[in-house]
Nanobody, 115 residues
Framework: QVQLVESGGGLVQPGGSLRLSCAAS????????MGWYRQAPGKRRELVSS???????NYADSVKGRFTISRDRVKNTVSLQMNSLKPEDTAVYYC?????????WGQGTQVTVSS
């Protein structure tokens, strides 16, 4: 049974930082794409960042230069370091792992950027 457990969300002031972590279990995720999506109220879920099994990294334009994704292939974890946070980064952040038609999601963690 695949499980994704997220941690690290919370409330932070504009300009602050947060680190999200996701621990995956239940199978070998070495070849899986691992990433983070977010969904703000009234908006569609969007990709924030992803990292392939071979280390290829992708960022949404809105977070480039501020967010950094990292992956531990041994521990099956993926983390998202978020710096210089803006109010528009406020959303529920979801961890995702995908290989072909197999896709799994975490339960989501709230990130709120507000003064």
């Amino acid at each position: 049974q695949v499980q994704l457990v997220e941690s690290g969300g919370g409330l932070v002031q504009p300009g602050g930082s947060l680190r999200l972590s996701c621990a995956a279990s239940g199978r070998n995720f070495t070849l899986y794409l691992m990433g983070w999506y977010r969904q703000a109220p009234g908006k569609r879920r969007e990709l924030v960042s992803s990292v392939t099994g071979f280390g290829g990294i992708n960022y949404a334009d809105s977070v480039k230069g501020r967010f950094t994704i990292s992956r531990d292939r041994v521990k099956n974890t993926v983390s998202l370091q978020m710096n210089s946070l803006k109010p528009e980064d406020t959303a529920v952040y979801y961890c995702s792992v995908r290989l072909g038609a197999n896709e799994y999601w975490g339960q989501g963690t709230q990130v709120t950027v507000s003064s």
